[in-house]
DNA sequence: GCATCGGATTTTTTT
DNA sequence: AATCCGATGC
């Protein structure tokens, strides 16, 4: 086997090291993936290791199943047992399997960043606490940081009053998640590493089975993440862990790069592998990454080098505001697709989700088809998060947030009143809602019958009914077929068919759900529960659909393709104005922009809008610092990005952008068409013969009478008028 | 119990 | 601009 073919040198030392700890270094296109593939190959073909024995991590279940496939490939399919998933995955099947020495069991659900909310958010209403005051989601956001901390309730610093709120709510939130027998995201790497902690028959065992621990994107792991590494290989050191500083992004979820010096620190003598050179983009355009992440502060030089080539020159582009800047990427994109490139060799990367209308919008105008990576757009739909809570408390019924959802949706003449009455008994006979529910399915042979007004009573129980009849059929019913059944019986589509055309669209995305569902045929309800709860932004990522993307620079982490557009270039934007104040958050910015920048292979277009909207009001925005650092002879295009533009200057440019927007209107429509009578101040009166859309300008030919000539005019310049 | 209206609030990034 | 929330009225 020649597994080395094709690899560098450094790339050669990554995958053939020794036993013991191992950092790689691994700057942007530098082929790490590959090398952490050829390592697993080479652990088992070469060194004798089981697959069994092996476990890598990811950061999106995108990487891991790619890995995997890649693995098998090499390695002829003899892969079974090998252990690949991203940490949250694979904690919740650790979780699941010990779940006897745990306060949950193993049919426990996962929340979502919307029912984490809401749990605190109904913890705060519980201790009758001013949710104007202690806002939802910052205080989830403080538990959350204290999670990824390691941080219990009882550790939780104070300082402030606000904290020891906070702490009260987090103890709150904490028994509401185990009432309802539910992990959110943190509890995931939270519990997992104290299970290794607290229970060493328990660490042992995944310790001596994980003989090989491998990690992706080592910069994003955070404390748990990095505890648990240290449980699972302190002891035999065999780990193998690939990172960027530079491409660290996630510092605001608990991320910390400065794991990488730890790391240096608990590994003693572990090998440092540093890879350099660049397969992907093109000097030019790693040149132009190099000036913008150079100005870091505290940070080793990285050389990037290629023997692609200089390349083209990155473009420039200045807009009037968002609109025009969409047209702009959106004109780009079809001129080049007319010249022969592909579809799907584009990107337009964004800072913040709210871009992405705008440029919608354009693609929509200029009729052409685009796909938006975004799983949390989907999964974070009503309708989906109906079904979704259906199928999470037929196989939980402890979920009192998915029962909360679903008890009433569609109406059925259950209000809050009566929701009431059932918590009221719930919590006397100490019982979850669901299960008084189930009892209440036998009518009036229930106890709790006579606990309601007859219309509650009755209501209770034939929801209840159905709810039974959904856990007997769950035991044999694929998750597809369960879902049609209980499409059925709750006659969904009806509910949703409000004659409206996003009622029509809703029932659409119930149906991709379905196909989602279609997929787990081989699998179990709970798995598929699971991994939609676990899907990252990027595993939405379809390469095979050849339409350009649109996506966050954070998804585009790990990406790569031809050409890429890197829009909304304004300070306030990128950078964002919430970093502003920090200069940590200013340098995570700046590496966002890196990361951004290295995505591209050949091309790279840079554009900013001289007026931006954000909550529906337009303001005039400065070009971003960014743009500054990035030399002159790298670039080409309108906006000068080596000059801050004088304010005075830029009214000018305003004002011009104004004129030539005036008369052009939408850049893709013409305004003319052949065989009208038109006007001109010189000319006279003539006939259009010809008119056309070049470089986002209107052309139009016209045949002047009087003069006895045929011109050519840029309409959004010479002032036509039509004659009717 | 449910629909409607108006005011507040939002957007940074996400497993 | 769009969504969410609470108060009000039926």
């Not at 050519?712 to 008028?721: C, G, N, Y």
């Amino acid at each position: 086997m020649e597994l080395a073919k094709g690899l560098n040198p450094q790339q050669k030392q990554a995958m053939t090291a020794g036993l013991g700890p191992i950092l790689v270094m691994a700057g942007p296109g530098s082929g790490k993936t590959r090398v952490l593939t050829q390592r697993i190959a080479y652990l088992i073909s070469h060194m004798g290791v089981r697959p069994y024995n092996i476990l890598a991590v990811t950061f999106t279940n995108k990487a891991s199943k790619q890995m995997g496939e890649r693995v098998n490939e090499i390695l002829d399919g003899e892969t079974r047992g090998l252990s690949l998933g991203t940490f949250h995955a694979i904690c919740a099947r650790i979780l699941r399997r010990e779940s006897e020495v745990l306060p949950f069991d193993n049919n426990f659900v996962i929340f979502d960043a919307d029912d984490q909310r809401g749990l605190v958010k109904s913890a705060i209403k519980e201790m009758n606490l001013d949710d104007k005051a202690y806002r939802p989601h910052s205080v989830h956001n403080s538990i959350s940081r204290a999670k990824n901390e390691l941080i219990l309730p009882d550790d939780f610093p104070i300082n402030t009053y606000r904290d020891e709120v906070v702490q009260r709510i987090f103890v709150r939130y904490q028994e509401l998640l185990l009432n309802s027998n539910a992990l959110d995201f943190d509890d995931l790497l939270l519990w997992t590493a104290q299970l290794l902690e607290e229970h060493p028959v328990v660490r042992e065992k995944y310790a001596r089975r994980f003989e090989h621990v491998l990690v992706d994107e080592f910069q994003d792991t955070n404390m748990a993440q990095y505890i648990l590494l240290k449980h699972l290989a302190g002891h035999h050191r065999n780990i193998f862990v690939v990172g960027d500083i530079d491409q660290s992004i996630y510092r605001w979820r608990g991320a910390d790069y400065r794991n990488i010096m730890r790391f240096e620190q608990d590994f003693p003598n572990a090998q440092t592998i540093l890879l350099e050179q660049n397969y992907r983009s093109t000097q030019n355009i790693l040149d132009a990454a190099m000036a913008v992440i150079d100005k870091n502060a505290h940070r080793k030089r990285k050389e990037l080098f290629t023997d692609r080539g200089k390349g083209d020159k990155l473009v420039l582009q200045e807009t009037f505001d968002g609109r025009e800047e969409s047209t702009y990427i959106v004109d780009t994109i079809a001129k080049q697709v007319l010249k022969g490139r592909q579809p799907g060799d584009f990107a337009v990367m964004y800072r913040t989700n709210a871009q992405s209308r705008l440029l919608e919008e354009a693609f929509m105008r200029a009729g052409l088809p685009y796909k938006l990576v975004g799983a949390q757009r989907f999964y974070g739909r009503r309708e989906i998060k109906d079904i979704l809570a259906y199928l999470r408390l037929v196989h939980n019924p402890g979920d009192e947030v998915s029962f909360s959802r679903v008890i009433n949706t569609p109406r059925r003449k259950i209000g809050n009143k009566a929701i009431q009455a059932l918590r009221t008994v719930s919590i006397n006979e100490k019982k979850s809602v669901s299960e008084v529910l189930l009892d209440l399915a036998g009518g009036d042979q229930s106890e709790y019958y006579g606990a309601f007004s007859t219309a509650q009573a009755r209501a209770f129980s034939s929801f209840g009914k159905l709810l039974r009849n959904w856990r007997t059929e769950a035991e044999e019913l694929k998750p597809l077929a369960l879902i049609d059944r209980i499409l059925n019986d709750i006659d969904y589509q009806s509910f949703l068919d409000d004659g409206t055309e996003e009622g029509i669209e809703r029932w659409e995305n119930v149906m991709e759900l379905r196909r989602l569902a279609a997929e787990y045929e081989q699998r179990s309800l709970i798995e598929f529960l699971e991994e939609v709860a676990l899907v990252s932004d990027q595993d939405t990522v379809d390469s095979n659909a050849n339409v350009p993307t649109l996506l966050t620079l954070h998804a585009a982490k790990g990406l790569e393709y031809p050409v890429v557009f890197i829009s909304g270039l304004e300070d306030g934007t990128l950078p964002h104005i919430r970093s502003f104040d920090d200069p940590e958050s200013m340098e995570e910015e700046r590496r966002l922009l890196y990361v951004g920048i290295t995505r591209a292979k050949d091309r790279l277009y840079l554009t900013h809008a001289l007026n931006r909207s954000t909550y529906g009001f337009t303001e005039p925005t400065d070009p971003s610092r960014f743009l500054m650092d990035i030399p002159d002879e790298l670039t080409e295009g309108s906006a000068p990005a080596g000059i801050r533009i004088s304010s005075r200057q830029r009214k000018f440019q305003e004002q011009t952008t104004w004129g030539k927007n005036d008369a052009s209107a939408p850049i893709i429509e013409p305004t003319y068409r052949a065989g009208q009578n038109v006007r001109h101040p010189t000319y006279g009166e003539g006939m259009v013969l010809n008119t056309k859309i070049d470089d986002g300008e209107e052309i139009v030919d016209v045949f002047f009478g009087e003069m006895g000539t045929n011109k050519r005019l840029i309409a959004s310049f010479a002032k036509l008028e039509i004659i009717e």
